[in-house]
């Protein structure tokens, strides 16, 4: 970069001699307040976040995936999370900087999940402590990872965008 260097997960600007660390989520932030306000626009999807929100081949629909994992009760706001998410995902579509930052949401989800969750459902964890986990170590993670420029709610409904393309889910397979 021209005006700084990457190093983890920042980038050290050197702003009238003085070094100012911003993160990469508040770098993608402000240039996205740049093209909405420029009206910039791109035609290209971004293949992580195509990866992550285009359906791949299920054996199961959301609701059955829940239901196997003994999570009925979750089931409407499941439905309804993933819609606002997949919704915000189509209102920012055409601003480069939003994919990013909706790809690197999922994609962050998605490890967190992967590194605190999936053990534990693997080892036979209660549903309370399933929970704890996905809430701490997943959703508020992840929403302060992402500088909350998404809500812990739109974490929820990024997790059910993941499991509904079947990315991750609540049962042992």
């Not at 700084?4 to 009238?16: A, E």
């Not at 770098?27 to 971004?46: C, P, T």
């Not at 964890?125 to 990872?145: N, Q, S």
Request: charged share 25%.
């Amino acid at each position: 970069m021209a005006l700084g260097d990457i190093n983890n997960n920042s980038i050290t600007k050197n702003i009238f001699g003085v070094q100012q660390r911003t993160s990469l989520v508040l770098d993608h932030i402000e240039r996205l307040q740049r093209e909405i306000e420029n009206h910039v626009v791109s035609s290209d999807v971004l293949e992580e976040l195509e990866y992550y929100t285009k359906p791949r081949p299920a054996k199961q629909s959301l609701q059955g995936k829940l239901e196997t994992a003994n999570r009925s009760d979750e089931i409407t706001a499941a439905i309804e999370l993933k819609e606002v998410f997949a919704k915000q995902v189509i209102k920012f579509q055409l601003h480069s900087s939003a994919q990013h930052l909706f790809a690197l949401c999922l994609g962050i989800a998605h490890a967190y999940f992967d590194a605190h969750v999936r053990p534990a459902i693997t080892a036979g964890a209660d549903r309370a402590t399933i929970d704890h986990l996905i809430t701490e170590r997943v959703v508020l993670e992840v929403a302060e990872k992402m500088e909350l420029w998404v809500t812990p709610q739109a974490v929820r409904g990024a997790l059910y965008t993941l499991a509904a393309n079947c990315h991750i889910s609540w049962h042992l397979e």
